[in-house]
């Protein structure tokens, strides 16, 4: 699993020119779910970008965590982090998950972040998004299941 996270101003989502998502302070999470991913994994994920301290404190010093600042989230669902650009042109996406399986774990990371308290927005999942935001920093956090 992968999370590309990146700390943000405000953000959203549109899909078919209607707005699914908005956020302000928070974090904007790209999530890629490969085809070995579990709930576990998805929870190994969760805690560690909750815990992240990359929001700056009184000092300037990133030290707080999205609870501390009271931040949201902004979760959209995408397959393209596990491409696969090694042989030739045209990337491949044999290692991202079966949509069955990615679009399972996507809900189940969404509403593992609602039951502990957060204000969570989304995107559609397989649809064709515009994602907005201002990345405020910038400051973007790439977490990989692979290497926790």
Do not use: W
């Not at 490969?34 to 301290?53: F, G, P, Q, S, Y």
């Not at 397989?126 to 935001?133: H, P, S």
């Not at 910038?138 to 990989?144: A, E, G, K, S, V």
């Amino acid at each position: 699993m992968r999370f590309v996270i990146q700390r943000v101003s405000e953000a959203s989502v549109t899909v078919d020119e209607q707005i699914t998502g908005n956020i302000s302070r928070g974090f904007l999470v790209l999530v890629g779910v490969c085809d070995t991913d579990t709930k576990e994994i998805a929870d190994k994920m969760i805690r560690k970008m909750l815990c992240l301290r990359i929001f700056e404190d009184a000092d300037g010093k990133t030290n707080l965590s999205l609870d501390a600042v009271g931040g949201e989230l902004l979760l959209v669902s995408q397959f393209t982090l596990y491409a696969d650009c090694r042989k030739g042109n045209r990337p491949s996406f044999i290692r991202a998950g079966a949509p069955d399986l990615a679009n399972t774990l996507y809900e189940y990371i969404i509403q593992s972040c609602r039951d502990q308290g957060y204000h969570v927005e989304t995107g559609t999942f397989g649809a064709d998004m515009k994602v907005q935001l201002l990345n405020d920093g910038p400051f973007t956090i790439i977490l990989d299941s692979d290497q926790l």
